[in-house]
């Protein structure tokens, strides 16, 4: 049982023993950080807190805890590929990379050595069967929902884990809670931002972790022709759609387009340069069914609160092609391209 000291996790952990599983629980350290937003996260894997709020519950609940030492791990994929991204003038994903490496990785070898035949999380999220494939589907609070984040899982990975917390609301996770005596964690905030960014400032986490970043100087704004427009303070600073920020004035509302990281240009250009009816997409994952070589419809998220987009998706040797029925705003380079079919969660690429 994955561990974070916050509501999720203890109430998964509550549901899984009252159904009558063993229970080992595992909390990861996977970032030192003695920033204060890092202390008051719900979901922190940073806050030495957190670990030993942890350690109590599975006291409480009566099972054996364990914490793991990832943070050489951690660093060598999430971090690393973290950096990696924004220095290629791309948008990370960092959740994404996690669930692969460390919890669906690092987990399941600790599964393995306690010979555990399960591994639980308290992701809202479900997993079906079809045909011998495991695959995600959405969670059934709507607001809650974590499919997005999973989709580079296997069906093998799925086939030995568990999601309590699927078939739940977050108010109803808050209710059994304080039902069961935990109120005050019932009642604890949560908080949105990066584990290991717990300022949600990336930029001076990438200044005081990154030296290639800070050797990063200005360049030039630019418009879809190539004209320059004004100076800006270094590619990385930017995002696709960024509108606030820019610290330029041209006459009218301006967004970043493209980002260019060999000639540290940044494109500007009106909202209506942001559509696009296409993309491809690389490092794809299909679960519930094989790579789709042939087209096939499908509702395609470009980011986690996105709204779906009808698309018909086809895959070319290494590639995912996406077609959408509509124009979508913002693609994102980095970003994941997520495919679903009605709730079930059908495959996934990283967007070129």
Known sequence: ???????????????????????????????????????????????????????????????????????????????????????????????????????????????????CQFIATGHYARIGCTDGRHFISKGTDNSKDQSYFLWQLTSDNLSRTIFPLGGFTKQQVRQMAADRGYVKLSKKRESQEICFVPDNDYRNFLSSNSPEYSAIG?????????????????????????????????????????????????????????????????DFNFTKIAPPENPITVEARIRYRSKGATATIFVSGQKVNVNFSEPVESISPGQSVVFYQGDDLVGGAIID
């Not at 509550?14 to 890092?38: N, P």
């Not at 990832?70 to 924004?86: A, C, K, P």
């Open 1 to 115: 049982m994955a561990m974070s000291g916050g509501i999720d996790s203890t109430v998964a952990a509550i549901l899984l023993t009252e159904q009558g599983y063993e229970l080992e629980g595992v909390t990861f350290r996977s970032w030192d950080s003695i920033s204060k937003a890092c202390m008051e996260r719900e979901t922190g894997c940073c806050s030495v807190d957190s670990i030993f709020e942890a350690k109590h519950i599975a006291e409480d609940l009566g099972f054996n805890h364990q914490i793991l030492d990832i943070r050489e791990l951690f660093r060598n994929t999430v971090v690393s590929n973290f950096i990696s991204e924004y220095l290629k003038g791309r948008t990370p994903n960092p959740c994404v990379v996690c669930n692969k490496y460390i919890k669906w990785g690092a987990l399941l070898e600790m599964a393995d050595k306690l010979g």
């Open 218 to 282: 200005p360049g030039n704004f630019i418009d879809a022709n190539g004209r320059i427009l004004g100076q800006h303070k270094g590619y990385t600073n930017y995002t696709i759609g960024q509108r606030k920020g820019l610290e330029i004035a041209l006459g009218q509302p301006m967004y970043v387009s493209r980002i260019d990281s060999a000639a540290n240009t940044v494109t500007l250009g009106a909202r209506d340069q942001l559509l696009s009816q296409s993309l491809t997409a690389s």
